[in-house]
């Protein structure tokens, strides 16, 4: 019904950037916020940053001043660009969008993940 399509992830050595793309299709009529995840190796998933439909935003400390996120609602897409990437950023990164497909229903979607890898 909705898909979230994650792309952008890579390997990179620390301190370089990376740009991860996430494109909601399918039926929507709109969407309220939407935001990046991301989980490593053997720990539980993690907040990295949200973004309302209007443009506010909100990181996890461990990424503010480096991630940056930011959206295209008339392409149903949520952006995040990660500056000075550091070792501990590898992850497998996932978005999210709380989507109204129509005027009366509402849900959570999650994109499939993309790996981000931060090494020399």
């Known amino acids: 019904q909705v898909q979230l399509v994650e792309s952008g992830g890579g390997l990179v050595q620390p301190g370089g950037s990376l740009r991860l793309s996430c494109a909601a299709s399918g039926r929507i009529f709109s969407i309220n916020a939407m935001g990046w995840y991301r989980q490593a190796p053997g720990k539980q998933r993690e907040l990295v940053a949200t973004?309302?439909?209007?443009?506010?935003?909100d990181y996890a400390d461990s990424v503010k001043g480096r991630f940056t996120i930011s959206r295209d609602n008339a392409k149903n897409t949520v952006y995040l660009q990660m500056n000075d990437l550091r070792r501990e950023d590898t992850a497998v990164y996932y978005c999210?969008?709380?989507?109204?497909?129509?005027?009366?229903?509402?849900?959570?979607?999650w994109g499939q993940g993309t790996q981000v890898t931060v090494a020399s």
């Open positions: 973004i309302t439909s209007p443009g506010g935003t």
């Open positions: 999210n969008a709380d989507v109204l497909p129509t005027p009366y229903t509402r849900s959570l979607y």
